[in-house]
């Protein structure tokens, strides 16, 4: 039987493999993936349900299988909005903008799997209540750790786009 829990998984193997870091998938603060994600959980289920069920008469069998699925699909939910739609929301994005934000603290993790190097964080808040970019915690590169880290400057500017899908892609650090 498909599991549609897969079939996202699968479309992040091959975003990995065929585009690599070629996009920008890094999202903003505030700016989240989590509605397209149930959206996408949601039809990806349907479809693999109507698909699965597409020679089965028994209503009871049809009903089962749909709990089954609905069950499977939202398993694949955090695999779509972290997986494959921030690659997709960051193919295509609008005009460059750049956000000027207080520089709260700059964080070092390891990765779950240790396998070589650190992930890179910095803490930032909006100096404007309407900013694009609400308080929260910024995936960065090491380059702008070990500048911002020996510098430790009042704010940094974040450069930032809308993506395809609507969220706010982050595209350079200043």
């Known amino acids: 039987m498909l599991l549609p829990f897969a079939i996202p998984a699968l479309i992040t193997l091959a975003l990995i493999l065929t585009i690599g870091e070629a996009w920008p ?6 700016s989240g993936l989590k509605v397209p994600g149930l959206i996408a959980t949601t039809l990806c289920g349907a479809a ?7 020679r089965v008469d028994d209503d009871r069998a049809r009903k089962f ?3 089954l699925m609905a069950l499977t ?4 939910w955090p695999v779509w909005s972290v997986g494959a739609l921030p690659s997709l929301n960051g193919s295509a994005h609008g005009a460059p903008r750049a956000t000027v934000m207080r520089l709260v603290r700059l964080d070092i993790t390891l990765p779950k799997r240790r396998n070589g190097g ?3 964080w910095a803490w930032v808040e909006p100096l404007r209540e309407t900013s694009a970019i609400t308080a929260g915690r910024v995936f960065i590169p090491e380059e702008a750790y070990r500048k911002w880290n020996a510098t430790h400057p009042a704010t940094v ?3 930032h786009a809308n993506g395809l899908l609507g969220a706010e892609v982050l595209t ?3």
């Not at 998938?25 to 505030?30: D, E, F, K, L, T």
């Not at 349900?49 to 597409?54: F, L, M, N």
């Open 73 to 76: 699909a939202l398993m694949g």
């Open 48 to 54: 693999a349900w109507r698909w699965a069920t597409r």
């Open 172 to 174: 350079g650090f200043d």
């Open 65 to 67: 299988a749909a709990a």
């Open 118 to 120: 650190f992930y890179y």
């Open 157 to 159: 500017t974040l450069r």
């Open 25 to 30: 998938r890094n999202i903003a603060p505030g």
